[in-house]
């Protein structure tokens, strides 16, 4: 129950802050569910320490099915790859996680390291449809923007196995975060970035849709990153290929090269200075910087 001066349960007041309108539930569920669609329910709530951690509990007890979309307005325990933690004011970002059940769908478990990347594929052109900005794709799970003549990482994708069968994917994309806000001088924001929408809810829809879209193309495809395009669209979104690369990879071992492809089961390649190419999954490498 709302407290009647407009506070949450958290004794946060909902309209504390003009510029950040919280998030309409009713009206973003009356426009993505549908009988015949992907989404199958959609939540948000105030505050939640991780909305992957929250929905791969809920997939893993059975309490939802594919298609489940929970979303925040605020994460206090947010994580990104390997753990690392990030945060961002309330209502500041488009915070959510999404359950995916592609077995169902007969695709091989072997072909499910490339929802991250179809995330990423989902994410930057629904973002580019409503929102006119450019954006770019850092292997194997950001997003870019380009602000003040640089690049910077404006959202991070995160995919958790649930259960046997399920997948959540958990995307964090900054839209109204301020320069004084930034966490660290590399992030950047939609409206940083000079956005012409920064509402979040046509936002939001623009991504589920086209997430919707990929996904159902990559599951008819039965995963075939090729068939569905969404490798040779990946590919032409990624700013980390063409470019010198250093992996930093387990026990301080590196890899340095050009990043020249992502293969067919979502690894990047690099060629080294003596022309041999060797392929790195996401799960390989703790940082991947220029060189």
Not at 2 to 20: A, E, K
Request: hydrophobic content about 40%; glycine content about 12%.
């Amino acid at each position: 129950m709302t407290p009647r001066d407009g506070s949450d349960v958290h004794g946060n007041n909902r309209w504390s802050d003009l510029d950040r309108p919280p998030l309409g539930q009713t009206g973003l569920r009356r426009s993505l569910l549908r009988r015949d669609g992907l989404w199958t329910s959609l939540e948000v709530v105030p505050r939640t320490g991780s909305t992957n951690t929250d929905l791969v509990a809920r997939a893993s007890s059975g309490a939802v099915d594919e298609g489940a979309v929970l979303i925040a307005e605020e994460q206090s325990a947010a994580r990104g790859r390997l753990d690392r933690r990030w945060s961002a004011p309330p209502r500041s970002g488009l915070f959510f996680s999404v359950l995916l059940k592609p077995g169902e769908h007969e695709v091989p478990v072997e072909r499910w390291g490339w929802l991250p990347l179809l995330a990423g594929v989902a994410l930057a052109t629904g973002l580019s449809s409503v929102a006119g900005v450019d954006t770019a794709l850092k292997w194997p799970n950001d997003l870019l923007l380009t602000v003040g003549g640089e690049e910077r990482k404006a959202a991070g994708i995160l995919a958790e196995r649930a259960g046997a069968d399920g997948v959540v994917v958990g995307i964090g994309l900054n839209v109204s975060l301020r320069e004084a806000e930034l966490p660290v001088p590399t992030a950047g924001s939609l409206a940083l970035a000079g956005a012409g929408v920064v509402d979040r809810e046509p936002l939001l829809r623009a991504v589920l849709r086209s997430f919707e879209r990929w996904y159902q193309e990559w599951c008819a495809a039965q995963g075939d990153p090729g068939l569905s395009g969404v490798q040779d669209t990946y590919a032409a979104g990624c700013a980390t290929l063409g470019r010198a690369v250093r992996a930093h990879l387990p026990g301080g071992r590196e890899l340095v090269g050009e990043a020249v492809a992502v293969d067919g089961d979502g690894r990047l390649v690099v060629a080294g200075a003596d022309g041999v190419r060797q392929s790195v999954s996401a799960a390989d490498i703790i940082h991947l910087r220029p060189a």
